[in-house]
């Protein structure tokens, strides 16, 4: 089993940046990537970025890449979401997630290979 929790969000106005960060304990040996989605008041779970463990590569959403930056530190087993230049539509609960399944490989921006979960932080972006 692996817990995962998130921290870091919060109130920003637009333009502003935030950083989220996720920590994962217990079995984080069994992980083989870690990502970031979000969910909106009436929208379905959308993916935001990924990153795969080793070796290191990372994904993103059209709508967050140039904008967004995810990384890891595998020796604190986290994973960081730097969020620059926030729009409103950024407004969102967001999720850490984690996969030990292979199947992430093959697709890391879909949500069914990963595993765990975390309970999810609100970034609230005003206009």
């Known amino acids: 089993q692996v817990q995962l929790v998130e921290s870091g969000g919060g109130l920003v106005q637009a333009g502003g940046s935030l950083r989220l960060s996720c920590a994962a304990s217990g079995r984080t040996i069994s992980i083989l990537g870690m990502g970031w989605f979000r969910q909106a008041p009436g929208k379905e779970r959308e993916f935001v970025a990924a990153v795969r463990w080793s070796p290191s590569f990372t994904y993103y959403a059209d709508s967050v890449k140039g904008r967004f930056t995810i990384s890891r530190d595998n020796a604190k087993n986290t994973v960081y979401l730097q969020m620059n230049s926030l729009k409103p539509e950024d407004t969102a609960v967001y999720y850490c997630?984690?996969?030990?399944?292979?199947?992430?490989?093959?697709?890391?921006?879909?949500?069914?290979?990963?595993?765990?979960w975390g309970q999810g932080t609100q970034v609230t972006v005003s206009s």
């Open positions: 997630a984690a996969s030990d399944r292979t199947r992430w490989y093959t697709n890391p921006k879909s949500i069914l290979p990963y595993t765990y």
